[in-house]
């Protein structure tokens, strides 16, 4: 019998399935500005998988101390900016992802 201790406390994992485009030309830059937010990306398969066609998993990164509102209240915020990211980089072809972030 085996467990993940990132599943300990509430163990909600909320995930939001989103196309990126513009983040996934930088995937890395995109767990930099997830962690911002206390999020993890995952690719379309789930976890250490490719983002096919530009679809993530976003999830929530925190699991223990928060209650089930604060979490996918941190989720919708989160989400929430990454949209105004990825929108941010689709009208403004020169800006890097980690400017975008630094923009919000």
Do not use: Y
């Amino acid at each position: 019998l085996g467990t993940c201790p990132s599943n300990l406390g509430t163990g909600l994992r909320a995930s939001v399935m989103i196309k990126l485009p513009q983040l996934n030309k930088d995937p890395h830059a995109l767990e930099e500005i997830c962690d911002e937010f206390d999020l993890q990306p995952r690719g379309s398969s789930g976890e250490h998988s490719a983002a096919v066609g530009g679809k993530w998993d976003i999830s929530n990164k925190q699991r223990i101390g928060f209650t089930e509102v604060q979490l996918v209240q941190k989720m919708i915020d989160g989400i929430t900016k990454i949209i105004a990211i990825e929108e941010k980089l689709e009208s403004n072809p020169g800006m890097t992802p980690m400017q975008a972030l630094k923009s919000m």
